[in-house]
C-alpha cells in the first residue's frame, strides 16, 4: 500500500484545513484509514480513523473540530480541519490497514498554526 498525503501549511489560529491521502494498493489493506500527527517533541498519536463502513473515532482533541471522511471510489482519505490551534501543530500523517493499529503509513505533511 502506497499512502501520499498533502494539503499542509500554515494557516492562523482559527482559520481551517484540509488534508487529503491518496492510497493505492489492496482495497483489503485499506479497510481502516486514519491521521495521526506528531508534534514537536511528542509522541505520535491518533487523530482520528474511519472504517470502510463508514464508522470513525476521533480522539478527544478533534471531536467537534475535525472531520474525518472517506471516497472509496477514488481511494481517498481526507481531514478536514477546522477552528485551527497552534497545538495543532504537527507533521500529519496517513495510514491504513486491514484492521487498527495501522500497519501502513504514508509521509507526512506538516501543518503549522500560528497565533
Known amino acids: 500500500v502506497q499512502l501520499q498525503a498533502f494539503g499542509g501549511g500554515l494557516v492562523q489560529a482559527g482559520g481551517s484545513l484540509r488534508l487529503s491521502c491518496a492510497a493505492s494498493?489492496?482495497?483489503?489493506?485499506?479497510?481502516?484509514m486514519g491521521w495521526h500527527r506528531q508534534a514537536p517533541g511528542k509522541q505520535r498519536e491518533l487523530v482520528a480513523r474511519i472504517a470502510r463502513s463508514g464508522a470513525t473515532y476521533s480522539a478527544d482533541f478533534a471531536k467537534g473540530r475535525f472531520t474525518i471522511a472517506r471516497d472509496d471510489a477514488l481511494n481517498m482519505v481526507y481531514l478536514q480541519m477546522d477552528s485551527l490551534k497552534p497545538e495543532d501543530t504537527a507533521v500529519y500523517y496517513c495510514?491504513?490497514?486491514?484492521?487498527?493499529?495501522?500497519?501502513?503509513w504514508g509521509r507526512g505533511t506538516l501543518v503549522t498554526v500560528s497565533s
Open positions: 495510514a491504513s490497514g486491514s484492521s487498527y493499529p495501522h500497519e501502513y
Open positions: 494498493g489492496s482495497s483489503f489493506d485499506i479497510y481502516v
